[in-house]
């Protein structure tokens, strides 16, 4: 093998296992059609519910639904990577992505103070309280729009306090006090994680590099 042809290998190798150790994997999130029913619908926690209501879903024939009125009213599910297996971030820089569709019913207006946020809670249980504390991240800035669905996503990157702990996202919901009634309407919700590459996969990367270079040196002379 001449020179030219191993430094082409080299280069391919390197490219390939710089994109293995950055692969971004699944997160499983059960139910994320809301196609089954409940109050929560199946595999979500807290009070929203399922609705075929009048408007179409995003996809399929349901979709999830937080009302409410002067109170905070949410749905959480705990995150893993194959509906069983917790998610948990592994090290600090570990970045962690969701993805969901929302839509507001057009009748409902739109209150001064109405406030539509996803919160990603890092912590052993579930995050039944309603408090503000206890969440990692709260992502703002996802409204839904009325009458249209659209896609809403947020990424995190995880900190040192954050690696090891069972992760939860949950969507919340406040329509503006005493009063006001509105719903947010969500579909398909989907995530992903990257794992920085471990000091170990960097070590065996660069020692594999460092041989192939000793090979083409060696061949070269
Ligand atoms: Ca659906």
Known sequence: MCFKN????????SL?????????????ILNAGFEDSGTPPVNWGGY???SPWA???HSG???GMISCGSDVQRLFQQLTTDGSTPYKFAAAGDTLTIDFWTEKNPWE???GTELFYAQLW??????LGGGAAGYIHQATGLGPTNNTWTQKSFTYTATAA?????LWLQFDHYAGGSGNYAAVLLDDVSGSYTAIPEPGTLALLVTGLAGLLCYAWRKQK
């Open 16 to 28: 390939a296992l710089t994109a293995t150790v950055a692969q971004a994997d699944a997160i499983t």
């Open 55 to 57: 408007i179409p879903a």
């Open 61 to 63: 024939d349901q979709y």
């Open 109 to 111: 207006g739109a209150y």
């Open 6 to 13: 191993v430094l082409t290998a080299l280069v391919v190798v």
């Open 48 to 50: 929203g519910n399922v």
């Open 162 to 166: 954050d690696v090891g702990k069972t």
């Open 122 to 127: 890092a912590q052993d249980a579930a995050p």
